[in-house]
């Protein structure tokens, strides 16, 4: 497998949380997303958005984080990422995808570099626009976490999942701006550090990558 990604991408890191659950081995690609590397022909080919990651495999071209890590649960499905049972899918779905779909589109890399130029907002006005939006999100899905009874160590019961992949890199770039406060968060903090703990996890972070800078 090979896996193209940028370290500080928070889908690149979803996907690496991914392989390494499932044990799988990966060389990886780093495409550097400051030199707008993902706007070469080469890789445009691959990835027709120029966002990362892909994940290649036998010949095959995986693109979208979500969909990559989905189709490593079907392809390698121990351990599971995903509940048994539907409505405990369709629940770690909706973490997923209240992360993937409503905070982090619009507070990746390519979002804040048009808001500083060319719409030319000053660093503080960046700053206010990221943490607000992840404030947003954070104060829904803490309310999940804390009062459904449904999350254990992780976010649904007491093996990491689709959700814990998702959730990890975005409390991970909540540091961006050491202004975001995580007070209000308890449980998805306590559900951070217990990921955290994994081997799984540790290894995928940013700081850990061959590209990191």
């Known amino acids: 497998m090979k896996l193209y990604g940028y370290f500080r991408s928070s889908a690149a890191f979803r996907v690496r949380i991914a392989l390494n659950l499932k044990g799988l ?3 990886q690609l780093p495409i550097h ?4 590397e993902q706007q070469k022909s080469d890789y445009l080919a ?4 120029g966002l990362v990651p892909v994940l290649e495999e036998d010949g095959e071209v995986f693109i979208q984080s979500l969909a990559i890590i989905e189709y490593l649960d079907e392809t390698h499905p121990m351990p599971p990422l995903l509940p048994g049972h539907p409505a405990g899918r369709a629940r770690v779905r909706a973490l997923a995808q209240a992360i993937a779909c409503d905070i982090h589109p619009i507070d990746n890399l390519r979002v804040l570099r048009y808001l500083a130029r060319p719409l030319g907002h000053d660093e503080k006005a960046v700053e206010a626009w990221f943490n607000h939006w992840i404030k947003l999100g954070f104060d829904g899905i803490e309310r999940i976490l804390a009062e459904d009874d449904q999350a254990g160590t992780f976010c649904h019961g007491d093996a990491p999942g ?3 992949i998702c959730l990890v890199p975005q409390v991970y770039n909540s540091k961006r ?13 306590r559900i951070f550090d217990a990921c955290m703990a994994l081997d799984a996890f540790e290894r995928a972070r940013p700081e850990r990558q061959p590209d990191a800078e």
Do not use: G, H, V
């Open 33 to 36: 997303l400051r030199k707008n």
């Open 25 to 27: 081995a990966f060389d």
């Open 46 to 49: 691959l990835q027709p958005q």
């Open 162 to 164: 689709l959700a814990d």
């Open 177 to 189: 701006y050491p202004s975001f406060d995580m007070t209000p968060y308890p449980t998805i903090a």
